[in-house]
């Protein structure tokens, strides 16, 4: 359905860099594309991996972690956790203070610059190489995101930007064609509008053209999606000491949210599950990441297509985020040796993750595999990559940019979403809120 985008965008995505990703420097070694030999422990070593990636897709690490067991892999045993993101985030901190750290944890791109500024984290830069991994095997973007200034601090794993969900069925039905999907405001106004619908003939909205929550981060993410599609708008300002979205352009884009419910009513009114919504078919389109995936397929008479994120104002921008892999420091060279062998694995593997669970991979020999080229899903999110945007890396980045309802963003979101300010009130209490984060 979306093979007008494929391998010249693909390639494309290939050789730029998120405009908000931290940069490697360009004095950095690379290394020999072919794995080199390491000596690995002599006994059997048995490893902790904290696996924070969250439910349903975080089974998928778990049935790697079994196969590396199972194949007695370099001699090494791996011990796997799961928690939550921020249980993982907090725990980090205590159990590396108290000489209890894991061996080898998952971690997100965005919160990589604050773990490096407590000192939780491992230098990679001269160990990746050691273990096979090369600057050329990568995309630059996620590459260049697992560094901190000069040095490298993670393993990069996938990626994950914001694209367009549509049911093929209700765009049939509501008479738009499924082949070309929105790709302006124009055109997503017009589908969203012919998608909303009285089904039942009662009176009453019972199918929407969009699904959007009124909390948590994808409201928020969309919305920074929106911003960055203005030139020159940005979050922060150019030393992230300040925000930067109290703007024209950072009100048009809250506007522009509060008018698909209130103006157009094509969102639904205290809307709380837009994925649950799009499998049961009562909402046409959603955005989200690649991870929705995971759940979307498992209905079976759910038959949906994937497109970019539609360019509403001046150019092509969404958020992303990545998952990596990274080793606390505790400088047990044995223990360390044994962490880079599985992060080497689940590198290799990386083709069943996107498979399985959906996400992007980041090694160039899985995305021009023909294995990836047929996941005709993933493509929309593949030639997201050049125009995809990360947080600003900032050292209190869980404050700034986390997900509770007490997290600035998340309250500019509900604020406006659910009536209780104007766009404009929103944005003058989140920026305070911002600002005062930003000066502790």
């Known amino acids: 359905m979306l093979k007008k985008y494929r391998m010249l965008a693909l390639l494309l995505a290939f050789s730029l860099v998120f405009a908000a990703c931290s940069t490697a420097s360009e004095t950095a070694k690379t290394a020999d594309t072919a794995s080199t030999e390491v000596e690995m422990p002599a006994e059997k070593t048995t490893?902790?991996?904290?696996?924070?990636?969250?439910?349903?897709?975080?089974v998928v690490l778990t049935e790697l972690v079994k196969?590396?067991?199972?194949?007695?892999?370099?001699?090494?045993?791996?011990?796997?956790?799961?928690?939550?993101?921020?249980?993982?985030?907090?725990?980090?901190?205590?159990?590396?203070?108290?000489?209890?750290?894991p061996d080898i944890m998952t971690i997100q791109q965005s919160g990589l610059y604050q773990n490096v500024d407590l000192g939780i984290l491992a230098d990679l830069t001269n160990l990746m190489p050691e273990y096979g991994f090369?600057?050329?095997?990568?995309?630059?973007?996620?590459?260049?995101?697992?560094?901190?200034?000069?040095?490298?601090?993670?393993?990069?794993?996938?990626?994950?930007?914001?694209?367009?969900?549509?049911?093929?069925?209700?765009?049939?039905?509501?008479?738009?064609?499924?082949?070309?999907?929105?790709?302006?405001?124009?055109?997503?106004?017009?589908?969203?509008?012919?998608?909303?619908?009285?089904?039942?003939?009662?009176?009453?909205?019972?199918?929407?053209?969009?699904?959007?929550?009124?909390?948590g981060g994808l409201p928020f993410r969309l919305w920074m999606s929106l911003l960055w599609q203005h030139e020159g708008a940005e979050i922060l300002n150019e030393d992230n000491t300040a925000a930067a979205f109290n703007t024209d352009a950072g009100l048009e884009s809250l506007e522009f949210l509060y008018d698909l419910v209130y103006t157009y009513k094509v969102i639904p009114e205290q809307e709380q599950s837009p994925d649950d919504d799009f499998m049961k078919g009562i909402v046409g389109m959603v955005i989200s990441g690649p991870w929705s995936?995971?759940?979307?397929?498992?209905?079976?008479?759910?038959?949906?297509?994937?497109?970019?994120?539609p360019v509403f104002y001046d150019q092509e921008a969404a958020w992303a985020d990545s998952h990596m892999l990274a080793l606390p420091d505790t400088k047990d060279e044995t223990r360390m040796a044994a962490a880079m062998s599985f992060a080497r694995f689940l590198s290799d593997n990386s083709l069943i993750w996107t498979q399985k669970a959906g996400h992007l991979p980041v090694k160039l020999s899985v995305l021009e595999s023909n294995e990836f080229e047929e996941l005709e899903k993933a493509q929309a999110f593949a030639v997201t990559l050049p125009n995809a945007h990360y947080y600003p890396s900032i050292k209190n980045e869980s404050l700034v940019f986390g997900r509770d309802s007490n997290s600035p963003f998340v309250v500019l979101m509900e604020s406006t979403l659910l009536n209780a300010m104007t766009p404009q009130e929103a944005l003058n209490e989140v920026e305070t809120m911002v600002n005062e984060l930003l000066g502790q």
Do not use: C, R
């Not at 590396?68 to 045993?77: G, I, K, M, P, R």
């Open 47 to 58: 490893i902790v991996f904290w696996n924070g990636v969250g439910a349903p897709e975080n």
């Open 67 to 101: 196969e590396y067991n199972e194949t007695n892999q370099d001699n090494v045993y791996v011990e796997e956790v799961i928690l939550d993101w921020s249980t993982l985030y907090s725990k980090i901190l205590l159990d590396f203070e108290t000489g209890t750290p």
């Open 134 to 215: 090369a600057k050329e095997d990568f995309i630059e973007s996620a590459w260049n995101g697992s560094f901190i200034g000069d040095k490298q601090y993670a393993v990069p794993f996938d990626l994950h930007p914001l694209a367009l969900y549509y049911n093929v069925g209700l765009f049939e039905e509501a008479g738009l064609d499924p082949a070309n999907p929105p790709t302006t405001m124009e055109e997503f106004l017009n589908a969203a509008q012919a998608l909303t619908k009285d089904t039942s003939g009662d009176g009453t909205t019972d199918q929407y053209g969009l699904g959007l929550a009124n909390s």
């Open 293 to 309: 995936q995971f759940d979307f397929n498992s209905v079976e008479e759910l038959e949906y297509a994937t497109a970019p994120l």
